[in-house]
Structures are given as structure tokens and as C-alpha cells.
């Protein structure tokens, strides 16, 4: 019976007879290709667990900071606005002592001005009381010489 059994063609699964060694051959490629296969993907299913667990990992830590990290940034936003607040202060500061200057320094200009025209005048004023008194000491001159007449000719030579 044994004998008769290795002639009688073999069944596969899917109900159709086979070539005993061309197919246990491509049988046993297509086995060994689906061992490789599920290797890979279970392979795969961890490294894809680790990136998951990593994940998970990362999502509890950013939960565990978000709190902290959210009232350091709004204490930097704080701090940045204050800054702002403080910068703007200072520009209108900035902004009244600069017109202030300007004024002390029109103010000063002016002041040099009038200066300046009181000296003026007062130099007009001497010049004219000097031309004043030139003039009036001519004419004294020209009064005493012509009282003493003989005294003008021995002083004109």
C-alpha cells in the first residue's frame, strides 16, 4: 500500500492535485518568504510600540511642563510689556527734556541777542557822546582862540 500511496497524485489545500517536488519546492519558498515576512513585521510592531511608548513618554512630560512653562512665558509676556511700558515712559521724558533744551537754548540765544544790541548801543551811545564831546571841545577851542587871538598864531606855528 505504500507503494501505491507515493503514486497517487498529492492534494494540495486548495483541492487540486500537485507536482510533489516543484511544488513542496515554491511551498517551501513561499513559507520560508512568510516566516521572513512576519519576522519583519513583528519586528517592525516593536520598533512602532517603541516609538508609541516614546510618544506617550514625551505627551506626559509636555502635560508635566505645559503648567510651568505657561506661567514662565506669561511672566516673560509681563516682563515684555512692562519693559515696553517703562521704554515709552522714558521716551516722553526723553521727548519733554528735549523740548525744554530747545527752549533754554532759544532762551539763551535770545538773551544773547539783547546782549549783543545792548552792546551795540551802548557803543553807539559812548561813540556819540565821544563825538559829543570832541565837538563840544572844538568849539570850546575855537572860543578860547578867538579871545586870545595872538595866542592862536604862536600855537599854529
Known amino acids: 500500500m505504500a507503494s501505491n500511496r507515493s503514486l497517487l497524485p498529492e492534494i494540495g489545500p486548495d483541492g487540486l492535485a500537485r507536482e510533489a517536488s516543484v511544488i513542496a519546492y515554491t511551498e517551501k519558498i513561499i513559507e520560508e518568504e512568510q516566516l521572513q515576512?512576519?519576522?519583519?513585521?513583528?519586528?517592525?510592531?516593536?520598533?512602532?510600540?517603541?516609538?508609541?511608548?516614546?510618544?506617550?513618554?514625551?505627551?506626559?512630560?509636555?502635560?508635566?511642563?505645559?503648567?510651568p512653562k505657561k506661567a514662565a512665558l506669561e511672566l516673560l509676556r509681563k516682563k515684555i510689556e512692562s519693559s515696553t511700558e517703562r521704554i515709552h515712559v522714558a521716551k516722553q521724558k526723553e521727548e519733554q527734556a528735549r523740548k525744554v533744551w530747545e527752549a533754554a537754548s532759544k532762551a539763551l540765544q535770545d538773551e544773547e541777542a539783547i546782549k549783543q544790541k545792548l552792546c551795540e548801543d551802548l557803543n553807539n551811545l559812548v561813540q556819540e557822546s565821544s563825538n559829543s564831546q570832541f565837538s563840544r571841545l572844538e568849539e570850546l577851542k575855537r572860543r578860547l582862540e578867538a579871545l586870545n587871538p595872538a595866542r592862536s598864531s604862536t600855537m599854529g606855528n
Open 37 to 67: 515576512l512576519k519576522k519583519y513585521i513583528e519586528e517592525n510592531y516593536s520598533k512602532i510600540r517603541g516609538v508609541e511608548r516614546e510618544l506617550a513618554n514625551l505627551t506626559m512630560e509636555m502635560k508635566l511642563t505645559a503648567g
